[in-house]
C-alpha cells in the first residue's frame, strides 16, 4: 500500500471491523452500564468457530458467517445467564470484574484447544482486487463494508420499528422505570448480549479473514480496541460507537502511514486518555449533558475483617524469616521469594484500589517502570544495586501519580480504563523508546542484587532479602493506615462527596495514595529485574494487572496481610503443585469468579 | 431585618436543571448566632439551595457570601476549611468506618500538627510532610490526636448512650436514626461557624424527633448558627428564629414562625401539594 487512498480505505476497513466491536460494547453498556472485558473473547471464539468451520467441514463463506453469528449468540447468552444475572445487586464493579474473568478462562480455553501459536484462516476472497483509479480495493473489503453496513441497518431496523428494540431502548434510558412499565429487563439483556456478541463474533472472523491470521491472545486487543473507541464516541451511545470506530480506524491507518506500525496501539490509547480525560461523555455529546453516573462504588463488600494480633503476624513473619534455616530446599524458597515480590505488588494494589477505591488495572505498568528504572540505573549508570531498587521505587511513585493524576477526576469504571489505557502505553513507549530501553530487543546482562557490595548469590540470601524488604513495607503501610491517613482515605472511597465536604481534598489524597502505592510496586519491579537478569516490555504484561487485582481480591480489599496471603496462595500454591503455566491463567479466572460471586470480601475481610 | 452583620448573604440565587428551576432568585441573610428554617412542599428546591450554598453545586447566578467573602463556586473542601458543615437528607456516613472515625473525619480540617500549613512554593510539600508525619508520629502529632480524640467522645456523649457503646461499630451496622446522629456529630466536630442541617429527623419515631429537637435546642443555645431544612412543622415552630418558605423555587414567605404559621400562601402551597405523597403528613400541621 502505498497511496492515502489505500491508507483512506484500509483505516475505514479497520474502523468498520472496530464498529463491529464497538457497537455491541455500546448496547451492552446502554442497557447495563458494563463495560464488557469479555467482548474480545467472544471476538476471538467467533475467529476460531469461523477457523474451524473453514478448515474442518469446508464450509462456504455465508454458511460460515452464519455458524460465527450463532456461536457468537449462544456465547453472548450463556455469559449473561451464568455470569451476570446471579451478580444483580452487587457493587457495581462486580459484573465488570466478573467479564474479566470470563475472558481469563475463554482466552485460555480457547488456547488450551488450539494451541498458543497462530493459524491462517483462509479465505478465497483475499486475493481478488478491483482497481479504482490510482488504487486498488479488495472484495474482503467491499464484504467487510457491506457486513458493517448492513448490521447496522439490521441494527437501527430492530431498534427503531420492533417491541423489543423498543423495549431496549426504554431500558437503555432508565432501568427502573422501564421495569416499572412492565419491560421484561431480563430479556432485553439476553437480547442484547445476543446480538452484540454475535456481533463480535463477526467481527473476529473478518480480521481473521483480513489478515489471515488468528490467534489467541488478540482477545485483549480487540476488547480495549472496541472501548476505546466506544469511548471516543460516548459511552452507550451507538452511533457514536460507529463513528468512533471510524475516527480510531483512520487515525491508526494515518498513523501507521506517518510513523510505522508499533505505534499503531500507541495513538489509540493516548486518543483514549485524551478523550476521557477533556471530554469524557465522548466526542459527539453535547456539553452540558452530565455523564451517566450510576459507575460509582467500589469493590468494598461490609464485612468484619478477621483481626490477627501484631503478636501473630510478628510471629508469622519470624517463622517465615526462619525457614530457610529449616527447608533449604531450593524451589521452595525461589517459589516463596516470587510470592513476597508479589506480595510487594498486592501491597501497593490493596491500597490503591481496596483502601482508595482506585481499581487499577494497569498496575503491571508500574512494575515495568520500576523495572527499567533500575535495571537502566545500575548498567548504564554503574549506579549500586540497592540504591537503583530504592530509586526505582521513587521513579514509580512520581511517573506512575504524574500519569494518573489527569485521571483522578474520573470515577468508577472510567477510572479503570483509563488505568488500563495508561498501563499500555506505558509498554508501548517502553517498546518504541529504544535509545533508552534498547526497544523490542529489552534490557539484557542486568546485574545481579547485590546490597552494600555483597552480592546477594544464595537462594536464601534473596529470599531474605525479598521477606525483608516486604515486611519493612507491610509494616509502614499498616502504621499509614492506624494514622489520620487511614481513616482519610478510606473515608474517600466510601463517600467522596461527603468526604469533601468535610475539607478532604480528593486529587491531593488519591495522588498521596497512588505515590505511596507506586512506591511498592515499583520496587517489586525493581528487584524483579535483577532476578531475571533479563527484561523486556513483555516481562510485565497486562496479566499481571489482573492476577494483582485477583490477589487484592482474593485477600480482602484494603486488607495488608491478605494482600500477602493471597499473593501465597494464587503465586506460591500453583507453583508448588507444579501446575503448568496455561492452566494457571485459567485458575486465575475462575477464583476472580468465584470470589467476585461468592466472597467479595476475600479470605480476611476488607478493611 | 437583624442589625446584626450577615453571616451568610444569598443575593438572587438561581439554579436550572433543564426547563426546570429548582432554586429562583432566592435571597437570604442570616445573622451570626441566629437560626433559620427553610420550610416547604417536596421538590420545593430546599436541598438544591442548600448545595449551592454549601459547593456541591455551582449556580447559574446569583451569590453567595459567608462572614463578607464571596463563596460563590468555591469547592464543598474549601468551604470546611471556613466553618461551614452541613448534613445529608438521605444520610451519608461513611459505611465502612467506625463511628468514632466518622467523627474524627468530620475534624479533618482541624488537624494541624500533622498537616502543617507552608507557603505557597513549599506546599507542594505537604502531602510529602503529612505522609512522614502520619508514619513517624512526633509527640505534637500523638497528643493532637488524643485531643481530638477526646473531643469527639464529648460530641458522641450529646447523643446520652446512643452512640458512645458503639464507638467502633462500623456505620453500616447502625440504625437508621444512629446513622443520622453519627452525621450531625461528624458536622460537629468540624468546630462549625455555620451548620446546615437537611431534614435531621426524616425517618424518625416521635421519641427520637424529640431527642434531637433538644439536641439541636442545645446547639441553638450555645450560639451556633443553624440553617434547618424541616418537614416537622411543630419543631421549627419552637426553634426558629427565622423561617423562610420555598415553593417551586422561590421564596414564598419569610418571617417570625407565628407570621409564616398563618400567611394564606403557605397553607396554600402545601395544600396545593396535597397529592404529592411524601408531604401529605405534614399538610394537618400547616393547615392547622
Ligand atoms: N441533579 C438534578 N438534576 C435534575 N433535577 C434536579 C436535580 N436535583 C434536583 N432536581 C429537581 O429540582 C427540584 C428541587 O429539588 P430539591 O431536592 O431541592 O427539593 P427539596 O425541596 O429538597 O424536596 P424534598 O423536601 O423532597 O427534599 C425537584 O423538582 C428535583 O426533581
Ligand atoms: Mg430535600
Redesign the pocket.
Known amino acids: 500500500m502505498s497511496s492515502w487512498f489505500d491508507y483512506t480505505v484500509n483505516g475505514l476497513i479497520i474502523g468498520n471491523i472496530y464498529a463491529l466491536l464497538a457497537v455491541g460494547l455500546a448496547l451492552i453498556f446502554g442497557v447495563s452500564r458494563l463495560i464488557n472485558f469479555a467482548h474480545g473473547s467472544v471476538y476471538v471464539v467467533g475467529a476460531y468457530a469461523g477457523f474451524l468451520a473453514v478448515t474442518q467441514f469446508g464450509t462456504p463463506l455465508p454458511l460460515t458467517i452464519v455458524i460465527v453469528v450463532a456461536v457468537g449468540a449462544l456465547l453472548g447468552l450463556a455469559i449473561e445467564r451464568f455470569g451476570l444475572r446471579p451478580l444483580q445487586g452487587y457493587a457495581h464493579i462486580a459484573p465488570l470484574l466478573a467479564t474479566i474473568g470470563i475472558s481469563f478462562v475463554l482466552d485460555q480455553l480457547v488456547q488450551l484447544t488450539f494451541s498458543p501459536d497462530p493459524r491462517a484462516l483462509p479465505s478465497e476472497l483475499l486475493q481478488k482486487r478491483f482497481q479504482i483509479g490510482s488504487g486498488t480495493i479488495g472484495a474482503l473489503d467491499i464484504l467487510i463494508a457491506a457486513i458493517g453496513i448492513g448490521s447496522a441497518g439490521l441494527l437501527y431496523y430492530f431498534l427503531r420499528f420492533t417491541r423489543l428494540g423498543w423495549a431496549v431502548r426504554a431500558t437503555a434510558q432508565d432501568r427502573d422505570a422501564a421495569q416499572q412499565m412492565g419491560v421484561d429487563v431480563d430479556a432485553v439483556n439476553r437480547t442484547v448480549f445476543a446480538i452484540a456478541s454475535a456481533l463480535g463474533a463477526v467481527s473476529g472472523l473478518l480480521v481473521g479473514m483480513y489478515y489471515n491470521y488468528i490467534d489467541p491472545s488478540m482477545s485483549f486487543q480487540a476488547t480495549l480496541k472496541g472501548v476505546v473507541a466506544q469511548v471516543v464516541g460516548g459511552v452507550g451511545n451507538v452511533p457514536g460507537a460507529i463513528a468512533g470506530s471510524m475516527l480510531l480506524g483512520l487515525v491508526e491507518s494515518y498513523g501507521i502511514a506517518l510513523f510505522g506500525t508499533s505505534y499503531r496501539n500507541l495513538f489509540a490509547f493516548i486518543l483514549l486518555i485524551v478523550v476521557l480525560v477533556l471530554r469524557p461523555n465522548g466526542l459527539f455529546a453535547s456539553r452540558r449533558q452530565t455523564p451517566p453516573e450510576p459507575m460509582t462504588g467500589t469493590f468494598i463488600a461490609p464485612s468484619k475483617p478477621v483481626q490477627i494480633s501484631p503478636r501473630t503476624l510478628l510471629a508469622i513473619a519470624l517463622a517465615a524469616a526462619l525457614l530457610p534455616l529449616v527447608l533449604p530446599n531450593p524451589y521452595v524458597l525461589q517459589t516463596l521469594t516470587n510470592a513476597w515480590l508479589y506480595g510487594l505488588l498486592g501491597l501497593s494494589l490493596t491500597l490503591i484500589a481496596g483502601t482508595v477505591g482506585l481499581i487499577s488495572l494497569g498496575h503491571a505498568a508500574l512494575l515495568a517502570i520500576g523495572g527499567y528504572a533500575s535495571a537502566l540505573l545500575s548498567l548504564d549508570l554503574g549506579m549500586p544495586v540497592g540504591l537503583s531498587i530504592l530509586l526505582a521505587g521513587v521513579i514509580a511513585a512520581a511517573l506512575g501519580t504524574l500519569l494518573v493524576f489527569p485521571s483522578f477526576r474520573l470515577r468508577g469504571h472510567y477510572l479503570s480504563i483509563a488505568t488500563l489505557a495508561i498501563g499500555e502505553i506505558v509498554s508501548l513507549v517502553i517498546l518504541n523508546w529504544d535509545s533508552l530501553t534498547r526497544g523490542p530487543i529489552g534490557v539484557s546482562g542486568i546485574p545481579p542484587l547485590s546490597l552494600f557490595g555483597f552480592e546477594l548469590d544464595t537462594d536464601r540470601s534473596v529470599y531474605w532479602f525479598a521477606l525483608g524488604v516486604l515486611v519493612v513495607l507491610a509494616a509502614l503501610q499498616f502504621r499509614l493506615l492506624r494514622s489520620h491517613l487511614g481513616r482519610t482515605l478510606r473515608a474517600m472511597r466510601d463517600d467522596d462527596i461527603a468526604a469533601r465536604s468535610y475539607g478532604i481534598g480528593l486529587d491531593r489524597y488519591k495522588a498521596l495514595a497512588f505515590a505511596v502505592g507506586s512506591f511498592a510496586a515499583g520496587v517489586s519491579g525493581g528487584i524483579t529485574a535483577h532476578l531475571y537478569s533479563y527484561i523486556n516490555h513483555e516481562t510485565f504484561n497486562s496479566q499481571l494487572s489482573i492476577l494483582a487485582l485477583t490477589i487484592v481480591i482474593l485477600g480482602g480489599m484494603g486488607n495488608v496481610t491478605g494482600a500477602i496471603l493471597g499473593s501465597v496462595l494464587l503465586v506460591g500454591l500453583p507453583e508448588v503443585f507444579r501446575v503448568a503455566a496455561e492452566y494457571r491463567v485459567l485458575i486465575y479466572g475462575i477464583v476472580l469468579l468465584l470470589l467476585v460471586r461468592f466472597r467479595p470480601q476475600g479470605l480476611l475481610g476488607t478493611v | 431585618m437583624s442589625a446584626a452583620p450577615s453571616l451568610l448573604e444569598v443575593r438572587s440565587l438561581t439554579r436550572r436543571?433543564?426547563g426546570?428551576t429548582?432554586v429562583n432568585s432566592v435571597d437570604l441573610d442570616l445573622a451570626e448566632g441566629e437560626f433559620l428554617s427553610v420550610i416547604?412542599?417536596?421538590?420545593?428546591?430546599?436541598?438544591?439551595?442548600f448545595n449551592l450554598i454549601t459547593g456541591h453545586d455551582d449556580p447559574d447566578g446569583g451569590t453567595v457570601k459567608f462572614s463578607g467573602r464571596d463563596i460563590t463556586r468555591l469547592p464543598p473542601e474549601w468551604l470546611a476549611t471556613l466553618g461551614i458543615a452541613r448534613t445529608f437528607?438521605h444520610g451519608r456516613v461513611f459505611a465502612n468506618l467506625s463511628v468514632m472515625d466518622n467523627v474524627l473525619v468530620g475534624a479533618h480540617v482541624r488537624f494541624k500538627a500533622v498537616r502543617p500549613a507552608w507557603p505557597s512554593p513549599l506546599s507542594l510539600l505537604g502531602p510529602f510532610a503529612e505522609v512522614a508525619l502520619a508514619l513517624i508520629r512526633p509527640s505534637s502529632v500523638v497528643t493532637e490526636e488524643k485531643r481530638m480524640r477526646e473531643e469527639a467522645l464529648r460530641i458522641l456523649a450529646r447523643f446520652g448512650d446512643r452512640l458512645l457503646p458503639r464507638l467502633d461499630h462500623p456505620t453500616y451496622s447502625l440504625s437508621y436514626a444512629n446513622r443520622r446522629r453519627v452525621e450531625i456529630g461528624r458536622a460537629l466536630a468540624l468546630g462549625p461557624k455555620l451548620l446546615l442541617l437537611d431534614?435531621p429527623t426524616a425517618g424518625m419515631n416521635q421519641t427520637e424527633t424529640a431527642e434531637m429537637q433538644t439536641l439541636i435546642g442545645d446547639l441553638k443555645k450555645s450560639g451556633l448558627t443553624i440553617l434547618l431544612?424541616e418537614?416537622k412543622l411543630d419543631m421549627v415552630m419552637q426553634l426558629s428564629d427565622r423561617v423562610i418558605v420555598?415553593d417551586n423555587?422561590s421564596v414564598i414567605a419569610n418571617g417570625k414562625p407565628a407570621e409564616v404559621r398563618n400567611n394564606p400562601a403557605v397553607i396554600e402551597a402545601y395544600l396545593g401539594h396535597r397529592r404529592s405523597d411524601?408531604s401529605e403528613a405534614s399538610v394537618p400541621e400547616a393547615a392547622e
Open positions: 436543571f433543564g426546570l429548582a416547604g412542599p417536596n421538590g420545593a428546591g430546599k436541598t438544591t439551595l437528607q431534614e431544612i418537614h420555598m423555587g411524601k
